[in-house]
C-alpha cells in the first residue's frame, strides 16, 4: 500500500497554515509537527495579532508540541514549516533537541543558515519541500503590501 | 544629585529575580527592561515550571514589553539579562530591534557570541555588569544539582 504521509503531504497542511496567515495579514508562514504520522501542533505565524516578535509559526508549534507531550524535548519529532527559521527559532529548536526538520522556502537573507546560527547536532535537516509555492505565498504577500 | 539609576541598579534588579529562579529550580536567569528609568518587565526563566524551552527570562521580557508598550518593537529599551543570551533570545532581541542589551555573566558555551548568532546592528551591547555575582549563581546551582 501506497504510504500517504511523506513530506510532501505534512508540508501540504503546513502550507494551509500559511495561507491562514496570509489572509489573516500575517507574513505567511506554517508550521506542523509531527510524532508517527500524528500531527500535534499545526501553528501559523502571529506576530502581528499578537504585537509580539516571539509569536513566529515555530516558537508556537514548540510550545503546543511540548504541551502535548508533557514534557520539553521534542524527541522523535518532525517540524514542517514553510519557510527557512530564522536565527531565534533555530535557537528554539536547538534546545528542543528535534529530530528533524523540514522546510520549504530558504529565507537567504534571515534564515539560519545565512545568519551563521545552529540546530542540534542530533537534528536532521531536509529542505526545498514544496519550495517553489511556499516561495510563492511569501512574494505574493509582500507583492500585495507595496 | 547622583543618579541611582546605574546600570548596577537595574542589573542588582534582574540578579534578585535570578534568585527567584534558583529558588525555584529553575537555571537562575533573571531579566528586566527599562524605559527611560522605568520598569516595564521583570521575568525569569521559567523552563522548568512551563516545560518550554522557549520560556527563557529574555523570551518573556521581550513578549511583556511589547504587551505593555502596545506595540512589538523595543525602541529605547534596555534589557538587563544576568546570563549572556542564547542563540534563540539573540534572534527575539534581533526581531525586536532592542535599543540597548546589558548582560553580567558570559556564557561561552552557548552564549550568542560562541554560536555566532546576531543582534540587531542598532543595538548596543555592554557586557560584564555585576558579572561574578551573576557567574556565581549559575555555578552555585549547578554544584547543588550534581
Redesign the interface.
Known amino acids: 500500500m501506497e504510504n500517504i504521509f511523506t513530506d510532501e503531504y505534512f508540508m501540504r497542511i503546513a502550507l494551509s497554515e500559511a495561507k491562514n496567515a496570509f489572509d489573516a495579514g500575517e507574513i505567511p508562514v506554517g508550521a506542523v509537527v509531527v510524532v508517527n504520522n500524528q500531527i500535534i501542533a499545526k501553528t501559523h505565524n502571529l506576530?502581528e495579532m499578537l504585537?509580539?516578535?516571539?509569536a513566529h509559526a515555530e516558537?508556537q508549534a514548540?510550545?503546543a508540541s511540548?504541551?502535548n507531550l508533557?514534557?520539553?524535548?521534542l524527541h522523535n519529532c518532525t517540524l514542517y514549516v514553510t519557510l527557512e527559521p530564522?536565527?531565534?527559532?533555530?535557537?528554539?529548536l536547538?534546545?528542543?533537541q528535534i529530530s528533524k526538520v523540514v522546510y520549504g522556502a530558504a529565507d537567504e537573507k534571515r534564515g539560519y543558515v545565512a545568519?551563521?546560527?545552529?540546530l542540534h547536532p542530533k537534528t536532521k535537516v531536509l529542505r526545498g519541500v514544496l519550495e517553489n509555492e511556499c516561495a510563492q505565498l511569501m512574494l505574493d504577500f509582500f507583492k500585495k503590501r507595496r
Open positions: 506576530t504585537n509580539d516578535v516571539t516558537m514548540i510550545t511540548a504541551n508533557g514534557g520539553k524535548y530564522c536565527q531565534m527559532c533555530a535557537g528554539a536547538y534546545w528542543s545568519l551563521g546560527a545552529n
